[in-house]
Nanobody, 116 residues
Framework: VQLQASGGGLVEAGGSLTLSCAAS????????MGWYRQAPGKQRELVAA???????TYADSVKDRFTISRDNIKNTVCLQMDSLKSEDTTFYYC???????????WGKGTLVTVSS
């Protein structure tokens, strides 16, 4: 499975960005797709995830500001980020899981920079 992420960039505090990620390759039975982020020197943390049926999970720090969505036909996942804060600045990573196979896939990080 290959994950191609796009949409990072520079935005002012309070602004919005949308991250997109497309899965290709052996996408059979991809269960959960989501976004993680990792600041330098810190552990990678879950931002948001969505199951194939549409069940979502969000980190407390992004609830009510970020919205994750998924297109099972196109095998894409998007993260709409609103009311961005400077502390949201970091690299964001797309993730896909094939839980029946115990497989975890990662895209290259995309940088989000929020200027205050």
């Amino acid at each position: 499975v290959q994950l191609q992420a796009s949409g990072g960039g520079l935005v002012e505090a309070g602004g919005s960005l949308t991250l997109s990620c497309a899965a290709s390759g052996n996408i059979f039975q991809i269960n959960v797709m989501g976004w993680y982020r990792q600041a330098p020197g810190k552990q990678r943390e879950l931002v948001a995830a969505i199951s194939r049926s549409g069940t979502t999970t969000y980190a407390d720090s992004v609830k009510d500001r970020f919205t994750i969505s998924r297109d099972n036909i196109k095998n894409t996942v998007c993260l709409q980020m609103d009311s961005l804060k400077s502390e949201d600045t970091t690299f964001y990573y797309c993730n896909a899981k094939r839980m029946s196979f115990g497989m975890d896939y990662w895209g290259k990080g995309t940088l989000v920079t929020v200027s205050s």
